[in-house]
């Protein structure tokens, strides 16, 4: 099936992007299990999801890139996190855009080059992983601007603090990543924020208050069905 002219012909699919490299029917309950235990997720949404995957659309996440970039006295730091999961639900024929996403991410696999820098980011005045392990996005709309560009509006919750953010969606772009076959799809999606917004308000005079997010995958089909 070709994923593009899927979208232009205005087709219903679903897309699932999940961190894990197998899945069956035995391993349904585990599906979204994360957000089913998290007050910041409305449990209608994960059953949206769980519906999308059993409709046969599943694609399974390949290696990926989740990370933000903030501009310091000293240069640009950049940020990797290595352990998210979540996914998105894509229906063209929803007139209103609706496409339930869900995205999960581990504060502790947090990595950037040196060590002082990295346990900074890790400690009470920015990210605090100790008392908060998890950050969540959580959206209701995809509103689309063309076949394969749209704005992911949600709520970003981090640090115990959640507000609103727009992704801008690219399924056709990532700067660093190829796909081999019809049955792959790449995306990007970026946003930015404050991060005084979120309690990150420590050192204004040696890192700005603007983060740039951004979002670099890509998902292999599945071929079972669950």
Not at 142 to 162: A, C, D, M
């Amino acid at each position: 099936m070709n994923i593009w002219k899927s979208f232009s012909k205005g087709i219903f699919f679903a897309v699932i992007l999940l961190g894990f490299s197998t899945l069956g029917a035995e391993n349904r309950p585990q599906l979204c299990a994360p957000f089913k235990q998290s007050n910041a997720v409305d449990p209608h949404l994960v059953s949206l999801m769980l519906e999308a995957a059993e409709d046969g659309e599943l694609y399974l996440l390949q290696p990926s890139n989740f990370g933000f970039g903030v501009q310091t006295v000293t240069g640009r730091v950049e940020v990797e996190f290595t352990d998210f999961q979540g996914g998105i639900s894509l229906n063209e024929n929803e007139k209103s855009g609706q496409g339930p996403a869900l995205v999960r991410i581990e504060t502790g696999s947090l990595k950037t080059s040196g060590f002082l820098v990295r346990q900074m980011l890790k400690g009470d005045d920015f990210f605090d992983v100790d008392n908060y392990p998890e950050v969540f996005f959580v959206s209701k709309h995809l509103h689309w601007e063309s076949p394969s560009k749209g704005i992911l509006e949600g709520e970003l919750t981090l640090r115990g603090v959640t507000r609103p953010v727009a992704f801008h969606v690219d399924l056709a772009k990532a700067d660093t990543m190829e796909i081999d076959t019809a049955d792959q799809i790449r995306m990007k999606a970026t946003t930015t924020i404050q991060r005084s917004d979120f309690g990150m308000d420590a050192f204004p005079n040696l890192a700005e208050d603007k983060v740039d997010l951004s979002i670099q995958m890509v998902a292999a089909r599945y071929a079972n069905h669950i």
